[in-house]
């Protein structure tokens, strides 16, 4: 299967931008660079950023196990999303489909691209795709279907085989929206990028690895994709400072561990705790740092917190998700004071 044909016609006509570093990067050492109207006194962020994060890229090929010309970087994974979507949509023309309750950005996105959206419903029961659902909605304009798994609100991955059976049977692109997948203990997609050259997998900085502030999202697929969204990119879409930081961080693979070990313990916690309130009807399974749970009124309860000072994410106006609210996994401590104000209400 060739994706060139799913390729908007204007985007394939691009030709890659060549920004004034590119050219000579690597050539050799102590070029004097007066190409680029930069202030040369050093600061550490006078220069323009390596519009191909280098380094940055070549760390995560080794952690990741793919090789750096699958990879492009975004500012937060909801760049890279954009990028997807102006990649293969024809705006008033195509659409993507997306699996409610889900991440609320693909339609965002798709909307401001003008872009169609079309809803199929996770099941009612177990919050998996229904394939044939899918499939039947699905017409020649669905180029991006969008699988959030972990998913978010409800927490759940989806199932191997059902994602197997999208990306064979599905025309266009399958994106895996891997957001959550630190916290699970399902495997990612990305050993499987060569066998289905429409998977599309991103990943993002902002979750397990405590990087949010920094804004860096990861797209992962075949070389044939990443070159052609390097060419819609903006060419120094990753900061100096986000590169840097990224690189830091990274590194800290230990305590990274910890806190991701820490966070899934505490997720226990709250689940037997949320478990034994009066008023928590259900509680999801979740493979990822938060828990939603079934109330018996949740505008009432999530206004309750918030007048104890506690700020959850109600989440009863989602297709299937009525009175159901969303824990983000705290801290010890912050986990301990919600639990204690809970048993209050
Ligand atoms: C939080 C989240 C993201 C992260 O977006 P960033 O722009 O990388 O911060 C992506 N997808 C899902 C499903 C999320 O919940």
Same mark, same amino acid.
């Given at each position: ?14 030709? !890659?931008? $060549? $920004?004034?570093?590119?050219?000579? /990067? ?12 930069? +202030? !040369?006194?050093?600061?550490? *962020?006078?220069?323009? !950023?390596? !519009? ?24 937060? %994974?909801?760049?890279v ?24 950005m693909?339609?965002?996105l798709?909307? =401001?691209?003008? *872009?169609?959206?079309?809803?199929? +419903?996770?099941?009612?029961?177990? &919050? ?6 899918i ?5 020649? @304009? $669905? ?8 998913? +978010?609100?409800?927490?759940? %991955? ?10 064979r049977?599905?025309?266009?692109i *399958?994106?895996i ?13 990305? %050993? ?9 997998i991103?990943?993002?900085? $902002? /979750? ?11 797209? &992962? ?14 060419? @120094? ?6 590169q ?13 561990k ?25 509680? &999801? ?20 917190? =918030?007048? /104890?000072?506690? *700020? =959850? ?13 969303? &824990?983000? =996994? ?12 809970? /048993?209050?209400?």
């Amino acid at each position: 299967m060739s994706i060139q044909h799913l390729i908007r016609t204007t985007i394939k006509a691009l030709k !890659p931008y $060549s $920004s004034a570093r590119d050219e000579f /990067k690597g050539l050799k050492d102590n070029l004097i660079f007066l190409d680029a109207n930069e +202030n !040369p006194f050093e600061n550490g *962020v006078n220069r323009y !950023p390596d !519009p191909q994060q280098q380094r940055l890229k070549l760390l995560l090929s080794e952690m990741k196990n793919v090789q750096p010309e699958q990879i492009l970087l975004g500012n937060g %994974s909801d760049e890279v999303l954009d990028l997807l979507i102006r990649m293969f949509c024809e705006p008033n023309q195509d659409n993507i489909i997306i699996l409610p309750p889900t991440y609320g950005m693909y339609e965002v996105l798709a909307d =401001i691209n003008a *872009v169609k959206t079309i809803k199929v +419903n996770l099941s009612a029961s177990s &919050f998996q795709p229904q394939l044939s659902d899918i499939l039947e909605r699905a017409n020649e @304009y $669905s180029k991006i279907l969008f699988l959030c798994s972990p998913n +978010n609100p409800t927490g759940n %991955s989806f199932e191997a085989s059902t994602i197997e059976s999208l990306l064979r049977t599905f025309k266009g692109i *399958v994106v895996i929206d891997e957001a959550y997948i630190d916290f699970s203990n399902k495997e990612s997609w990305l %050993s499987q990028l060569h066998n289905f050259p429409n998977l599309v997998i991103t990943q993002t900085l $902002s /979750k397990a690895y405590g990087m949010a502030g920094i804004r860096l999202g990861m797209c &992962f697929a075949s070389t044939e994709i990443i070159s052609t969204l390097n060419k819609i990119k903006a060419p @120094y879409n990753i900061n100096e400072l986000t590169q840097k930081k990224a690189l830091e961080g990274l590194r800290k693979h230990s305590a990274l561990k910890e806190q991701i070990a820490s966070i899934l313990t505490e997720r226990s916690t709250l689940a037997e705790a949320l478990d034994h309130l009066p008023y928590v009807e259900k509680i &999801f399974p979740t493979d990822a740092n938060f828990i939603m749970a079934k109330v018996d009124d949740a505008n009432q309860r999530y206004q309750q917190l =918030i007048e /104890k000072g506690v *700020v =959850i994410r109600n989440r009863t106006s989602q297709p299937l998700c009525e009175n159901c609210l969303r &824990f983000t =996994i705290g801290t010890n401590e912050e986990n301990r004071r919600l639990v204690q104000i809970l /048993k209050t209400l």
